[in-house]
T-cell receptor, first 113, second 114 residues
Framework: AQTVTQSQPEMSVQEAETVTLSCTYDTSESDYYLFWYKQPPSRQMILVIRQEAYKQQNATENRFSVNFQKAAKSFSLKISDSQLGDAAMYFCAYRSAGNQFYFGTGTSLTVIP | DVKVTQSSRYLVKRTGEKVFLECVQDMDHENMFWYRQDPGLGLRLIYFSYDVKMKEKGDIPEGYSVSREKKERFSLILESASTNQTSMYLC?????????????FGPGTRLTVT
């Protein structure tokens, strides 16, 4: 089974600064998808950004961008101009070609005013 | 917008009780999933379903069963609840097509077994 590793249980960032959350994964597949999900306190999990493995270009969604290094099996999330509303648990996820999803253990992000 | 709803936000049950957690999605998604979320362990897949009446075991199916009689509804059943099943349970759904592959999550059910 694929594994997804988030080595930073907790991170903090000053408001308006930039923070990078790390994620690595282990797979023998060549065709897969990667995601970052955000789970605010007591609120629903929502998709932040997605990346198809066959695309070399890094995905970007407004202040959120990824650094996808396929050979290194690394998929980090960069949040620019951090806002108080970015405080949440962030999960990295891998979707296999067989439509199974694997999640990391999460990184709790605190935004300091 | 896709909407995934779960029957309860909070649930307290006694050891040995049979527990039903229900999930409904309104976007005609083929795939539905049940996870449990525990601190430090992330999300772990219990069961998933690709179609009506179809089910597949995930990573931690022991002590659980599922039912999918209609496309929009996916139920998780704890046949005899135990204290180690106290957890947050998340339901998710997704389309089956390559172009639409992310999961949409429900709000979660926090189950406490005493």
């Amino acid at each position: 089974a694929q594994t997804v590793t988030q080595s930073q249980p907790e991170m903090s960032v000053q408001e308006a600064e930039t923070v990078t959350l790390s994620c690595t994964y282990d797979t023998s597949e060549s065709d897969y998808y990667l995601f970052w999900y955000k789970q605010p306190p007591s609120r629903q999990m929502i998709l932040v950004i997605r990346q198809e493995a066959y695309k070399q270009q890094n995905a970007t969604e407004n202040r959120f961008s990824v650094n996808f290094q396929k050979a290194a099996k690394s998929f980090s999330l960069k949040i620019s101009d951090s806002q108080l509303g970015d405080a949440a648990m962030y999960f990295c996820a891998y979707r296999s070609a067989g439509n199974q999803f694997y999640f990391g253990t999460g990184t709790s992000l605190t935004v300091i005013p | 917008d896709v909407k995934v709803t779960q029957s309860s936000r909070y649930l307290v049950k006694r050891t040995g009780e049979k527990v039903f957690l229900e999930c409904v999605q309104d976007m005609d998604h083929e795939n539905m999933f049940w996870y449990r979320q525990d601190p430090g362990l992330g999300l772990r897949l219990i069961y998933f379903s690709y179609d009506v009446k179809m089910k597949e075991k995930g990573d931690i199916p022991e002590g659980y069963s599922v039912s999918r009689e209609k496309k929009e509804r996916f139920s998780l059943i704890l046949e005899s609840a135990s204290t180690n099943q106290t957890s947050m349970y998340l339901c998710a759904s997704s389309l089956g097509s390559r172009e639409h592959y992310e999961q949409y999550f429900g709000p979660g059910t926090r189950l406490t077994v005493t």
